[in-house]
């Protein structure tokens, strides 16, 4: 009787022994599971972090100031959004490079301050660089530009000897005004040189007769004409102010953003983008990198 029971026991023991030992595989498989599942989110975090650091080391967007009442440069559209020429390009120079681009408005004697303090990464907006070449670091140049003066087609102005005693405006720190005081024996004939924020009030004064000449570029003022369809209104004196080129101005020493963006641009030149976009805004290809 006893070795019966013993033997039952015995039995017993041997079926709790083998069911444990049964049930410590699926413990041991979620285990496993649990650490690989945690090993992938690692990896996936990692990589994530890898890319977040590769986005923030080229910062994500590409931030363009400009003046938003330079048109056709860059200015508000109809629709209330930013559009213009310079734009543009740099829309598809920051789709180029994956980056967002980001048109920020600046006010145009504060854009040194807006450049260096890094909330800007250039100026790209009709920037003149002749005069300029050492205060920021370039792109090549692409576009040709002249500083003119616009009258009144009544005015009786056809010369710059004609500005004699005359009213001229001219936007604040723009190239124009930089030309003008190159020019102090010209400036000095002038009744009267002052400034105004932008070219869409200087022309409303000019129509008003509140002044009798504006010194600016010739690129704007011949769009600022056509825009405003008044051609027979204007009359833009053959006798140039200046000659200069239009770049891209970077933060002194930045070359490795300006390297990016001219290799962008020289792209586009190849390719026909440039032409395309100058086309658009101007009916023919006024640019000039790759000519």
């Not at 300006?258 to 976009?277: C, N, P």
């Amino acid at each position: 009787m006893k070795k019966r029971m013993l033997s039952a026991a015995m039995a017993g023991m041997m079926v709790v022994s083998m069911t444990a030992c049964g049930g410590s595989k699926p413990a041991e498989t979620t285990a496993a599971a649990t650490e690989a599942s945690k090993a992938e989110e690692t990896s996936a975090e990692e990589t994530t972090a890898e890319a977040a650091d590769e986005a923030g080391e080229l910062g994500g967007t590409f931030t363009v100031g400009f003046d938003q009442d330079f048109p056709p440069m860059g200015f508000v559209g109809d629709n209330g959004e930013y559009t213009g020429f310079d734009l543009e390009l740099a829309k598809e120079v920051a789709d180029r490079l994956g980056l967002e681009f980001v048109p920020q408005p600046i006010a145009w004697d504060a854009k040194d301050m807006e450049l260096s303090s890094g909330t800007i990464d250039c100026i790209w907006n009709g920037f003149t660089m002749n005069g300029r070449e050492d205060d920021y670091t370039w792109s090549t140049p692409y576009m040709d530009n002249s500083q003119v003066f616009v009258v009144a087609a009544d005015s009786g102005i056809s010369s710059l000897a004609d500005l004699a005693g005359k009213v001229v405006e001219v936007q604040t720190d723009s190239s124009a005004e930089a030309a003008l005081k190159d020019n102090a024996d010209l400036s000095a004939t002038f009744g009267t040189l002052q400034t105004t924020p932008d070219y869409n009030t200087a022309f409303m004064d000019l129509e008003m007769g509140a002044v009798d000449a504006i010194a600016m570029d010739v690129i704007v003022a011949g769009y600022q004409i056509e825009q405003r369809g008044e051609s027979d209104k204007y009359v833009i004196l053959d006798e140039t102010l200046s000659s200069e080129e239009y770049g891209i101005g970077f933060k002194k020493g930045n070359e490795e953003l300006r390297d990016k963006v001219q290799g962008a641009l020289d792209d586009m030149a190849a390719d026909g983008t440039m032409a395309e976009i100058s086309e658009k805004w101007f009916g023919r290809d006024v640019t000039t990198i790759g000519k």
